[in-house]
């Protein structure tokens, strides 16, 4: 029976169509993902924690007036060098001088006010051992005699405050070093509080230096005194120089960042181990503490260790209350994979970290634990035994598009043409 033209067309339409869904669908099906690879291999790991700081002298002395006066004169400049004991200041000495003088003038009269009571003394006992005058005024001689001793001791001190406030008037180099910063001018006003601290100028030794380095919370458990760290200065660029810890402090620096965030942090003392002639206190540096080392251990890089889905692999998301964190948390979420821009919902408790490995064009989701890291890359404490290629980059394949047996294939490098 003869088909009529009008059916076996849409039907050879119907049957072409299904073909190419099919074959569409299956290059869609073998589709592979280009990643990056390398082979899991032993090597030394140095790990290191950084912070930024400034400069400053292991020994500085700042030098303030204790009194309230005008500068009369000013025997240094800054960048002198001075020695010990050597004369710096000298302000108006009037005001003191004349304070003085009215303290020894309250010493005398109160030394002659003693020498007649004692005579009057005297005199009323022998008066009351021949019976011409009455014990009673003996004790009131006695008790003026005893005031005026009294009267004596508090003209005293009068006169020794006032000689010591005279003797302040002149400032002397408490150290030898250099006056690295002069706060004041002849002729300028110093406060002379001791509750608020005003500078005349600064004596420091420059022969000792050291960066006094803001270390945050998260990383000063590991930093210990007489690590050693890599020093790089700014004013000294492609220069790098040895430091020692040399001092830890106990309690925190907490500083505002914004509205709602702080910053803790620790001030920890690194001392420069080198000379360096032209170093001056303030300058901006930065150091990289060693905290430990380990040789011959399995490592891979940093960015191939992610935090997923113990089961299958997948990029999660903690919902969690609320906290302030640092940017150094921040960046490692973005890291770990655990940033409020991955997929999904998880307890922390689901959570592993684990590297993809690369097994018959499939990324192999494989927990593993880690130790130390350094800058580029972390230990592997099991997990792994080494020779196995995983998965490092690019970062939207680990932090997003990755899942365990996603089909993948090598990444293949860009040559640079000679001369690039």
């Not at 020894?104 to 008066?127: H, N, P, T, V």
């Not at 005026?148 to 030898?176: G, N």
């Not at 997929?343 to 989701?365: F, H, P, Q, T």
């Not at 350094?374 to 998965?391: C, M, Y």
Request: glycine fraction near 6%.
């Amino acid at each position: 029976m003869k088909i009529k033209k009008r059916y076996w067309i849409p039907a050879l339409i119907i049957i072409i169509v299904v073909v190419v869904g099919v074959i569409s669908s299956r290059s869609r099906g073998e589709k592979k993902l280009p990643v990056t690879i390398e082979e899991v291999a032993r090597r030394s790991l140095l790990a290191t924690v950084s912070a930024s700081g400034k400069v400053e002298p292991v020994v500085q002395v700042k030098v303030s007036s204790q009194i309230q006066a005008r500068i009369t004169r000013l025997a240094v400049r800054e960048g002198d060098r001075v020695r010990a004991g050597q004369f710096l200041v000298e302000l108006d000495q009037k005001r003191y001088a004349a304070a003085l003088e009215n303290a020894q003038s309250g010493l005398r009269a109160a030394r002659a006010q003693l020498d007649k009571a004692e005579a009057d003394f005297k005199r009323i006992d022998e008066l009351v051992k021949r019976g011409m005058v009455s014990e009673a005024e003996l004790d009131a001689a006695r008790a003026q005699a005893e005031l005026t001793a009294a009267q004596i001791d508090q003209a005293t001190a009068v006169e020794k405050q006032a000689r010591d406030d005279l003797s302040k008037t002149v400032l002397s180099a408490p150290m030898s070093g250099i006056v690295s910063r002069l706060n004041k001018e002849e002729e300028e006003m110093t406060l002379g509080s001791i509750f608020q601290e005003d500078v005349i100028l600064i004596i420091a030794d420059l022969s000792r230096m050291q960066i006094k380095a803001e270390v945050d919370e998260n990383d000063i458990v590991g930093v210990e005194l007489g690590d050693t760290a890599r020093c790089e200065i700014d004013a000294f660029p492609d220069t790098a120089f040895t430091g020692i810890v040399a001092e830890i402090a106990q309690s925190a620096e907490i500083s505002a960042l914004g509205t709602q965030e702080e910053a803790t942090n620790f001030d920890v003392d690194v001392m420069l181990l080198d000379t360096i002639s032209a170093l001056r206190p303030g300058m901006s540096a930065t150091v990289d503490i060693q905290i430990d080392r380990r040789d011959s251990v399995l490592a891979v890089p940093i960015q191939s260790v992610a935090v997923r889905d113990r089961k299958e692999g997948k990029p999660v998301v903690l919902r969690e209350e609320p906290e302030r964190k640092s940017s150094r948390q921040r960046a490692e979420e973005i890291r770990s994979g655990t940033s409020a821009d991955t997929a999904e919902v998880i307890r922390k408790e689901d959570l592993v970290e684990g590297v993809y490995v690369m097994r018959n064009d499939s990324a192999i989701w494989v927990p593993v634990t880690t130790g130390i890291s350094s800058d580029t890359h972390i230990e592997i404490l099991s997990g792994l035994e080494g020779g196995e290629e995983v998965v490092t980059g690019p970062y939207k394949a680990l932090a997003k598009d990755l899942r365990h047996g996603t089909k993948i294939t090598r990444k293949e490098t860009e040559k640079k043409e000679p001369g690039q």
